[in-house]
């Protein structure tokens, strides 16, 4: 389980993969057949068996009963964050967060439906268009003014490098190292902020190679073309979970939060069904084995709870 404290920040979503092509072009070039494979495992959706997951009437009763009429809970979801939320090879929205929807609508006896969206459009459309958000949304201040939010998961940022650490890092210290990571996230900053931290020290400075995708900064460590790859705790441990050992990860998940499942403030009976779903599959170990499948069991929690503080 990950520790969670406040973060200086919340985690950045991945932009537009057109996003600074040009000036990645060099680093991109650099791939080798290592990036094939890399991408193929990534691409690998796992199966996972829900059907021992029984519904519970005490939480069905509590859904709202236009919700319970319709038999169906609407998501909406930017499907650009493997292996959160993302786009499979037939078109469907597959990852965690999906089988963590599709195992909440089987404890509350209802299907579940995930549609595509803008990421920064989907709170304002809760209650509305959608009836909840799971979307690796980092629970925060700013978003509990406006939505209520059910903690499921924790997630945070953390290193790989190529497996025995022929370059013998050792997190938080970059200074003198080749970074990988995908180019759009909060780790632009966290870049620059190690870099100026190390050369005010009179220390090296850190070497930024960043990517348009995180499977080509993976390549790139496992390959030995950069030394350290950084990224949001899941989508690293995801990389490392699928690099057939080619890979491993180093150091603590650091600044991690509460990802929360976003659902409309006058709605406090949605939330609370949402909640002891969640806790439901926590204790019946279910959630344990959707994260583990997709590699991200360390994000694990103990407890959900509505609108958190943290």
Known sequence: MIPTRPRRR???????????????????????????????????????????????????????????????????????????????SDGQAVGYDMDVLAAIGKVLGLTTRTESAVFAQII?????????GISSFTINPERLEQVSM?????????????SGNPYGI????????????????????????????????????????????????????????????IGDSPVVAYAVDRSRGTLEQVGEIEDAALNGIVVAKDQPELAEAIRGAVQHLIDSGALREILAAWGNETGMIETSEVDPQQ
């Open 10 to 88: 919340s985690l950045l979503r991945a932009l537009p993969l057109a996003l600074g092509g040009a000036v990645l072009a060099p680093a991109l070039a650099a791939c080798t057949d290592a990036s094939v494979r890399l991408d193929a495992e990534s691409n690998a959706i796992p199966t996972i068996d829900l059907s021992g997951i029984e519904e519970r009437q005490d939480l069905a009763e509590l859904v709202p009963v236009a919700i319970r009429e319709r038999g169906e809970l609407v998501n909406g979801a930017a499907l650009n964050y493997a292996p959160g939320e993302f786009v499979g």
């Open 150 to 162: 059910v903690s499921y998961f924790a997630a945070g940022m953390s290193y790989a490098v190529k």
């Open 124 to 132: 304002p459309s809760i209650g509305s268009k959608y009836d909840v």
């Open 170 to 229: 050792t997190p938080p210290d970059l200074c003198g190292t080749r970074v990988a990571h995908q180019v759009g996230t909060y780790m632009d900053d966290v870049v620059v902020e190690r870099d100026a931290e190390c050369r005010d020290g009179g220390g090296k400075g850190i070497v930024d190679q960043p990517y348009v995708g995180n499977a080509d900064a993976a390549t790139a460590v496992a390959g030995g073309k950069a030394d350290v790859l």
